[in-house]
C-alpha cells in the first residue's frame, strides 16, 4: 500500500537521467499545456526546442536532463522560466518535497486540496474543493476511461494529486502526469472521502489510489477501512440487501458513515460507489457537466439509481467488533454487522 508518493520520487539535477526527470519532464509539459488552454503560453515559448520537439510534445520527456555539458539543457531553460513566473526560488536541484514540485501540479490543474479533519466536515470540506471536478469519461461504462488515480505529496500532508494509469508512452511507469483539469469517479470519490472521514488524508495505509479491481472484479472498497457489512437480523433471504429508502433509513444511525454499493439494474452487479452520513448520500455521478458530487436525500438517490438494490457498510465503531480475531487487519473481508 502506498502512504505517499511524490511525482518526483528523489532529488535530480542537471546531470541525472532517471525516471525522476522524466516526470519533471512531464509535469513542466502539462504545466504549459495548461498555459496554453489559458491563453498563456509563456512557458512554452520560453523552452528551446530539442530537435524538432518542443516541451508539449509527448516524446519531450526522455529522462535526460543535461547530460551533454556542452549543450544548454531544455529542461534547465524550462524549469528556471517556470521558478520565475511562480516568483519561487531559481535552482537546478529539485528535490521531492520542493514548494516547485507543487506549483507545477497546481498550475498543471492536477493538484486539489484537503482540510486533514478526520470527521465528517473533513468530507464536506473535500467536496468544496472538488466542486469544480468533472466526470471521467468513460467511467460510466460507456467508453475507455482515463484510469485517473490520486496519490498523497511528500512533504505537503494537504496535497492530493491526479495522476493516470497507461497514458501515452510504451515505456516508464504505469502512472503518468498528464496535464488537468481533476476527473472524479465513483470509486476515486468514495476512497478518497472514506480515507479522509477515517484519517484526515489519503497518506496513510489503508489508503491505496489502485481501485480498478473494486467492485465486482475483487475485493469490496469500504474493507479498506475496516467498514462492517451490514446484515439484517432474522432475515430469511438477501439478509445483506437493501431495496427501499425507508427500509435503509430504518436500520442507519445518525451521526455514522456508511459506504453504500449499487448493484443490479441496468449496470449488472456492484456497478456504483457513494457515502452517507445523517442520511444524505454523497458521491460522484456522470451528470455531463460540473460538479459530479452530488449530495442527494436518500429518496433522490434511490430513485436516481432506479432499479437497483444496495449493500450497507457501517463505519468501525468503539462497540462494534468489526474483525474477528484479536488483532485486527486491513484489507480482508470484514465481518458483519447485525442489526435489528
Not at 152 to 158: D, E, T
Not at 234 to 263: H, M, N, Q, W
Not at 310 to 318: D, S
Request: charged share 20%; hydrophobic share 35%; net charge negative.
Amino acid at each position: 500500500m502506498v502512504k505517499t508518493r511524490s511525482l518526483i520520487d528523489r532529488q535530480i539535477n542537471p546531470g541525472c537521467r532517471n525516471s525522476a526527470v522524466k516526470n519533471l519532464q512531464l509535469l513542466l509539459r502539462a504545466a504549459a499545456i495548461r498555459q496554453q488552454a489559458k491563453g498563456n503560453d509563456t512557458l512554452v515559448r520560453a523552452a528551446p526546442k530539442v530537435g524538432r520537439l518542443d516541451i508539449t510534445d509527448w516524446a519531450w520527456a526522455d529522462g535526460d536532463w543535461g547530460a551533454n555539458p556542452k549543450k544548454v539543457s531544455a529542461t534547465t531553460v524550462a524549469l528556471h522560466k517556470f521558478q520565475e513566473i511562480a516568483r519561487i526560488p531559481i535552482t537546478d536541484t529539485v528535490a521531492p518535497s520542493d514548494t516547485t514540485v507543487m506549483r507545477l501540479a497546481e498550475e498543471a490543474e492536477i493538484l486539489f486540496d484537503i482540510s486533514l479533519k478526520d470527521d465528517f466536515s473533513g468530507v464536506l470540506d473535500l467536496n468544496n474543493n472538488l466542486c469544480e471536478a468533472t466526470y471521467e469519461p468513460g467511467a460510466d461504462g460507456k467508453g475507455s476511461p482515463l484510469g485517473c488515480i490520486f496519490y498523497g505529496l511528500q512533504g505537503f500532508p494537504r496535497t492530493v494529486v491526479q495522476l493516470q494509469l497507461g497514458g501515452n508512452f510504451n515505456q516508464g511507469p504505469p502512472e503518468q502526469i498528464q496535464p488537468g483539469p481533476i476527473q472524479m469517479n465513483c470509486t476515486t470519490y468514495a476512497n478518497i472521502a472514506m480515507s479522509v472521514y477515517m484519517n484526515g488524508t489519503v497518506q496513510i495505509d489503508q489508503y491505496n489510489p489502485d481501485v480498478h479491481e473494486i467492485g465486482d472484479y475483487g475485493p469490496h472498497l469500504a474493507h479498506r477501512y475496516g467498514f462492517a457489512l451490514m446484515v439484517k437480523k432474522d432475515a430469511k433471504v438477501d439478509a445483506s440487501v437493501f431495496r427501499t429508502a425507508e427500509e435503509i433509513e430504518e436500520y442507519v444511525k445518525p451521526g455514522t458513515l456508511y459506504s453504500i454499493e449499487c448493484a443490479g439494474g441496468r449496470g449488472g452487479g456492484v456497478h456504483h460507489e457513494a457515502v452517507m452520513y445523517d442520511n444524505i448520500v454523497y458521491h460522484s455521478y456522470p451528470m455531463g457537466y460540473a460538479p459530479t458530487i452530488l449530495d442527494d436525500t436518500l429518496d433522490e438517490f434511490v430513485d436516481r439509481l432506479q432499479g437497483c438494490f444496495f449493500y450497507l457498510y457501517q463505519e468501525p465503531l468503539p462497540d462494534v467488533p468489526v474483525f474477528g480475531g484479536d488483532k485486527p487487519k486491513a484489507y480482508v473481508t470484514a465481518s458483519t454487522v447485525t442489526v435489528p
